[in-house]
């Protein structure tokens, strides 16, 4: 009683019991752990053993589920027809062990199971056939879940194209941006250098220049200190500069060049600009005078459409008349007119390029010629760019052009 009376005692005063260990070691679990056997294929034979369960799940009498027991069943010429049978049992243990590894390849053994089972298996006269229905339906099942596969396996393709592509992209940007930023810094770094040089320069020539003036001045104290000594102090010689004064003016000299060097080609590209411009001008005058530079009252007056020359039948062979005046048929532009004509037309205005469109239809019998067009000068009929080179050119001021139009 007196041992009870010492131990540890519960609610209620009774004895309290002890838990004993367990000598069993504990295992924590994997979680990485996967009991599926498929856990080891790749994603897209994973899914071909599932499009194979779904398709099995309808396989209700095993049909197709098992191989063909042609001894049980009594089928003397089963292994005659179908050379090489198949089910799907032997098919997913050939994926299994890897032996089957594309989808290719696993769809090409399901549907040998189905024309293996159409190969033996005729359809009777009366159309009724338990077996071949279940072809029919499980083929079609097969086929319906494959073709979702490969369209999602397709859209994922573009995807991983399209995020690769975008991938390159944002990579080439980027080794453009930085290859900007080395050049901006090499720039900066080559500005400062250069504005550093000229600060040294600069420095040099004005201590070259101190060192000048303080070498007289000394010589100019000497004469005067010493003003009877004979004429020796007026043919006294200056010191000659020190190497570093020697080396400052020598940058200052090519500085200086330098500074020169651009001023003249600033000058240059000035000159060439005025060249340009005084040229635009006169090509300006050149189309005001033809009648296309806008001058007078009533702002510019579009081109009077002449009228189609009718032809002339005569002895001396057929003639057009434009304004009072014959255009023999056989006259032909040269080729500088031909090139100023092209050149006139390409500088006309909107407005007064319709009237030449209007021309070169009433010419050349086309139903429409648009603005978009490329039709050579030299494409067009020789009567035509005889009318079209009077009316821009040579008589520009009867169709409606020229100043005061």
Do not use: C, Y
């Given at each position: 009683g007196a041992g009870a009376a010492s131990g540890p005692r519960g609610p209620g005063g009774a004895p309290a019991l002890k838990r004993q260990p367990s000598g069993r070691a504990i295992k924590v679990p994997n979680k990485n752990f996967d009991a599926s056997p498929t856990s080891k294929l790749?994603?897209?034979?994973?899914?071909m053993i599932k499009i194979l369960e779904s398709v099995k799940r309808l396989d209700y009498y095993q049909t197709f589920s098992v191989p063909v027991d042609a001894v049980a069943l009594k089928l003397d010429d089963y292994h005659k027809i179908v050379t090489d049978p198949m089910d799907f049992s032997t098919l997913r243990a050939r994926v299994m062990s890897g032996e089957v590894n594309t989808h290719p390849s696993f769809a090409y053994y399901m549907r040998l199971v189905f024309d293996n089972c159409r190969l033996y298996n005729k359809r009777p006269p009366d159309g009724r056939s338990p077996v071949l229905d279940a072809c029919d339906k499980l083929g079609a099942k097969f086929e319906a879940e494959y073709e979702k596969f490969n369209r999602a396996a397709k859209a994922k393709e573009a995807r991983a194209k399209e995020e690769e592509g975008r991938k390159i992209r944002e990579e080439e940007r980027r080794k453009q941006d930085e290859e900007g930023r080395k050049r901006q810094q090499q720039a900066q770094g080559r500005g400062r250098a250069d504005k550093q040089g000229r600060q040294r320069s600069d420095k040099g020539v004005k201590r070259s220049r101190d060192g000048g003036q303080s070498s007289n001045k000394r010589s100019r104290s000497g004469e005067a200190s010493h003003p009877g000594s004979g004429g020796g102090g007026a043919g006294r010689q200056p010191a000659p500069p020190s190497s570093s004064q020697s080396a400052g003016m020598m940058k200052a000299m090519e500085d200086r060049m330098h500074e020169m060097a651009e001023m003249i080609r600033i000058q240059k590209e000035q000159l060439e600009l005025v060249q340009r411009q005084a040229q635009a001008n006169e090509a300006k005058l050149e189309l005001s005078s033809m009648g296309m530079g806008g001058y007078g009252g009533g702002g510019p007056q579009p081109l009077a459409l002449p009228p189609a020359p009718a032809p002339a039948y005569g002895g001396g062979g057929q003639q057009a008349m434009y304004h009072g005046q014959e255009i023999e048929e056989d006259e032909e532009l040269t080729a500088s007119q031909q090139d100023r004509l092209t050149r006139t037309i390409n500088n006309l205005p909107k407005y007064r390029l319709s009237e030449v469109l209007r021309v070169i239809e009433n010419d050349t019998g086309l139903d429409q010629v648009d603005d978009g067009m490329q039709i050579g000068v030299d494409e067009l009929?020789?009567?035509?760019?005889?009318?079209?080179?009077?009316?821009?050119?040579?008589?520009?001021?009867?169709?409606?052009?020229?100043?005061?139009?």
């Open positions: 790749s994603f897209e034979m994973s899914h009929p020789n009567r035509t760019q005889v009318r079209l080179f009077d009316m821009l050119i040579r008589n520009p001021k009867a169709t409606g052009g020229g100043k005061g139009a």
